[in-house]
């Protein structure tokens, strides 16, 4: 079965030249949830306070996503930028 | 079926009720394997025949060689081959490693010379006791009979791992996992096991059946193996086909061969009037209606098409007198304790989906619970390291959609209309609290 992994879609599609995306590394994510409440414009929270991120993060948001990277206590967040 | 004569192609040679067949026997039948030169002509071929991965996936398998052949430049590859056929629908890799386990070590050995491996990593579900035992002494047999003239690809070294009886084991990167620090849980990728594997190697990881299917490309070529087939997709398959009594049988079928042509195939016919849906791929697949898909073909192009997959080759009918909300809950609650307990959203998610489920099934539902699962389905798509979320809560939209009326008379009317409530999974309903 399942034979072949599919790369986690928030890692899933090529970024455009320009394009930021918040990634979660699901694995070692806990639920803090601190990422929605610093960044809720991109990120909610599902049922059980995990991160969903719904979009690309937008350049003006990248000062708040690079503090979200840094206080998330499992350090489960990057930020990847299309070249 | 319509070319009887084509087949069995796996499943050739000596009576299946006689066991594994012996190294000279398979020698004697098949002769030697080819030399293959440098690996990419046998690629080439591979790409020719149109061969799909047996796994679950279909990743073609001339492609998959390839991106670890053509790896940068580097000591060492592995070749892992995949039998822990984790899906409880699934009984053709161990059948396959039983009967044709020379078969596996000859597709073995030319994906090791193929794509310059050292090393063969034999990957069977501990719970395959006899396909283990097997392939153990295939490998003792050759080692014997080959001495001082081995092929190219059986330089590499064998060691076989018993995988952990678990749904996700079988899925590749915890395949890998295992083999590095004996933990069958999937890992995050990138790197993908073609990029960096077992021992930090490039990996081809690839299911038994598949490497079987190349030991008989690499003998008689892509346009032997593409004879049969009467659609898009050429070529033959080994499929599990489980009937409402919920006995599985396996078979070797021309791809295109109808549900209805399968339904016959077994000693007692599974007749269309006695069946409500058939479940097409296991546990990661979907449920149909036994009167919509009953002249569908098992053509993997075609069916990807519609939205559908064979999977791993699992066709299972479901009893018209089964309820299939019961059915549904047991497979939930099959899924959710064997999700791997990595991810937040496929531990808390699955949970949920089942409990609620179950809740529908048992017509003790609660006024929100069929919303709910609508949106947990929604929210725990994607979301995980792995595809089980995503195969689970596939198989739960299908559910909802092919036995809507069903389940809203468990909700709303708190009734079933099926008096047996037949199991499909191997796990008894579980009181939720």
């Given at each position: 079965m399942m034979a072949t992994v599919q790369l986690q879609p928030a890692h899933g599609r090529p970024l455009a030249r320009g394009e930021i995306r918040l990634e979660v590394d699901r694995i070692a994510c806990d639920g803090f949830g601190m990422c929605a409440e610093l960044l809720p414009e991109i990120v909610e929270l599902d049922d059980w306070g995990y991160p969903i991120v719904h979009s690309l993060l937008p350049k003006k948001l990248l000062p708040m996503a690079r503090r979200a990277v840094d206080v998330c206590p499992v350090l489960a967040l990057r930020i990847r930028q299309g070249h | 079926m319509s070319q009887p004569s084509l087949l069995p192609r796996l499943f050739a040679g000596p009576a299946l009720r006689g066991g594994s067949e012996p190294y000279a026997a398979h020698v004697e039948r098949l002769g030697r394997l080819p030399a293959i030169g440098s690996g990419t002509g046998l690629i080439r071929e591979l790409d020719a025949s149109g061969l799909l991965g047996r796994g679950g996936a279909g990743f073609p398998v001339g492609r998959k060689w390839r991106s670890v052949a053509e790896r940068g430049i580097g000591p060492g590859a592995v070749v892992l081959v995949n039998g822990a056929e984790g899906e409880p629908l699934s009984h053709k890799d161990r059948a396959l490693l039983l009967l044709r386990p020379h078969l596996v070590l000859?597709?073995?050995?030319?994906?090791?010379?193929?794509?310059?491996?050292?090393?063969?990593?034999?990957?069977?579900?501990?719970?395959?006791?006899?396909?283990?035992?097997?392939?153990?002494?295939?490998?003792a047999e050759r080692a014997k009979a080959e001495?001082?003239?081995?092929?190219?690809?059986?330089?590499?070294?064998?060691?076989?791992?018993?995988?952990?009886?678990?749904?996700?084991a079988g899925e590749e990167s915890a395949a890998v996992h295992f083999a590095n620090d004996a933990d069958a849980r999937p890992i995050v990728t990138p790197p993908r096991p073609y990029e960096r594997g077992v021992g930090g190697l490039p990996t081809l990881v690839q299911n038994v059946e598949s490497l079987a299917y190349v030991a008989l490309i690499a003998r008689?070529?892509?346009?032997?193996?593409?004879?049969?087939?009467?659609?898009?997709?050429?070529?033959?398959?080994?499929?599990?086909?489980?009937?409402?009594?919920?006995?599985?049988?396996?078979?070797?079928?021309?791809?295109?061969?109808?549900?209805?042509?399968?339904?016959?195939?077994?000693?007692?016919?599974?007749?269309?009037?006695?069946?409500?849906?058939?479940?097409?791929?296991?546990?990661?697949?979907?449920?149909?209606?036994?009167?919509?898909?009953?002249?569908?073909?098992?053509?993997?192009?075609?069916?990807?098409?519609?939205?559908?997959?064979?999977?791993?080759?699992?066709?299972?009918?479901?009893?018209?007198?089964?309820?299939?909300?019961?059915?549904?809950?047991?497979?939930?609650?099959?899924?959710?304790?064997?999700?791997?307990?990595?991810?937040?959203?496929?531990?808390?998610g699955l949970r949920s989906i089942a409990e609620a489920m179950i809740r529908i099934a048992r017509v003790e539902a609660r006024r929100d619970d069929l919303s709910n699962l609508e949106r947990w389905a929604a929210q725990v798509r994607n979301r995980g390291a792995c595809r089980h979320p995503d195969g689970a809560v596939g198989l739960l939209s299908s559910a909802l959609e092919t036995f809507g009326s069903e389940v809203s008379r468990h909700q709303r009317d708190r009734g079933c209309s099926f008096v047996e409530a037949r199991t499909m999974a191997p796990v008894p309903l579980r009181r939720v609290a």
């Open positions: - | 000859d597709g073995a050995e030319l994906a090791a010379e193929a794509v310059g491996a050292d090393e063969i990593v034999l990957y069977v579900g501990e719970r395959h006791e006899a396909a283990a035992q097997s392939l153990e002494r295939a490998v001495h001082g003239r081995r092929h190219a690809g059986s330089r590499a070294g064998i060691r076989l791992l018993l995988a952990p009886d678990r749904y996700v008689h070529g892509s346009s032997w193996y593409r004879e049969p087939g009467r659609g898009e997709t050429r070529g033959t398959t080994l499929v599990t086909v489980t009937g409402p009594d919920g006995r599985p049988l396996v078979h070797e079928i021309e791809l295109g061969t109808t549900i209805a042509e399968i339904a016959r195939l077994s000693e007692t016919p599974v007749l269309q009037d006695e069946t409500q849906a058939v479940l097409l791929g296991g546990y990661f697949g979907r449920w149909l209606g036994a009167g919509e898909t009953w002249d569908t073909a098992l053509d993997p192009a075609a069916m990807k098409a519609s939205g559908l997959s064979i999977g791993a080759g699992v066709v299972s009918f479901l009893s018209a007198r089964t309820c299939p909300v019961v059915a549904t809950a047991r497979i939930a609650d099959y899924m959710a304790r064997q999700s791997a307990a990595q991810c937040g959203p496929c531990v808390f």
